[in-house]
């Protein structure tokens, strides 16, 4: 008996083991379709661009391998239009707006976090809800706010890349300035009250102790303004009309449109070329990008 009842227990294990195996070999071959079908989706869109760079035709390729590749558009984008400058003027407008934007937003985000001000409250829930107000039915407001400052600073007026630089550092204000007081916020203020004990003015206590603490955050800040400033289309397209002042979505916007024929396979070409910066920029500071936005999980 007692033989019977160990045999009976080793086999209800044996299945029940079996069957937590076969479950995780459904689970993996789940996980495993949905992530091929995730990068299927999420690659499709490039491949299609990189084939239609390559194509031999003006129109849009209808195969990720073209026939009779060439690198013609390659040639014409590099040579004939004036790409250098529309990524020139991209990579100025975008570095000096990510950076300023990275400066103001933290210099706002500390005085928030750590002064106590009339209106500070009421300041903090204006940032917010100018943030979620709809960009698109600010541009006429935008507009005629650089005609308007145009008139007294040229430099900062329409058709100019100060008066665009200008929206941007307003447009990554609002929520970057949450995002890095909560960051000061999770800074205990044991630091800054040591710092006083010792003579140190509010400044010293911000650039020699808490700078260092909060400089991941800031390098995300300044990350991901440069990317959002560098694939911008819709307020160069308004503020912009000199074509020695386009950016590189402005300028090849001009291959897609009725002067140029619809030509799409230089319009991929020059989008290839394009994105090859950001990507280096990513590549070259991604732990940078990761290491920042999950740096605030683990203070406290």
């Known amino acids: 008996m007692s033989s019977f009842r160990e045999t009976h227990e080793l086999n209800r294990w044996q299945k029940f083991w079996q069957s937590q195996k076969n479950q ?13 079908f995730v990068l299927g989706f999420s690659l499709y869109p490039v491949l299609y661009t990189v084939s239609s760079a390559f194509s031999s035709t003006q129109g849009v390729s209808r195969q990720l391998i073209p026939d009779n590749p060439t690198l ?20 100025k407008i975008a570095l000096i707006a990510s950076v300023l934007a990275g400066g103001i937003t933290t210099l706002t985000a500390y005085s928030f976090s750590r002064f106590r001000f009339r209106g500070r409250s009421q300041l903090l829930l204006l940032i917010l809800m100018i943030q979620v107000f709809p ?10 706010l650089l005609t308007q400052l145009g008139q007294f600073i040229p430099a900062m007026g329409i ?3 100060g008066g665009l630089i200008l929206i941007y550092l307003g447009g990554a204000m609002g929520i970057n300035i949450w995002l890095m007081k909560g960051f000061f916020d999770s800074i205990p203020r044991d630091i800054d009250e040591s710092a006083m004990v010792d003579g140190a003015t509010h400044w010293q206590t911000f650039r020699y102790l808490i700078f260092p603490l909060v400089r991941p955050i800031v390098v995300v800040v300044v990350i991901l303004t440069f990317f959002g400033v560098y694939g911008d289309w819709l307020l160069p397209r308004i503020m912009l009309t000199q074509s020695d002042l386009y950016t590189l979505m402005l300028g090849l916007q001009i291959f897609i449109g009725d002067n140029y024929g619809q030509n799409w396979s230089v319009f991929a070409a020059g989008a290839v070329l394009g994105s090859l910066l950001p ?7 991604q732990d940078y990008i990761v290491g920042g936005l999950t740096a605030g999980s683990v203070k406290g």
Do not use: G, Q
């Open 24 to 36: 995780r070999r459904v689970t993996l071959v789940f996980k495993l379709i949905l992530a091929f």
């Open 72 to 91: 013609d558009n390659f040639r014409r984008i590099l040579l004939e239009e004036p790409f250098w400058l529309w990524i020139w003027n991209t990579t």
């Open 135 to 144: 960009a698109l039915l600010a541009m006429v407001a935008l507009y005629a």
């Open 159 to 161: 058709n100019s890349h």
């Open 279 to 285: 990507i280096t920029v990513y590549l070259l500071l």
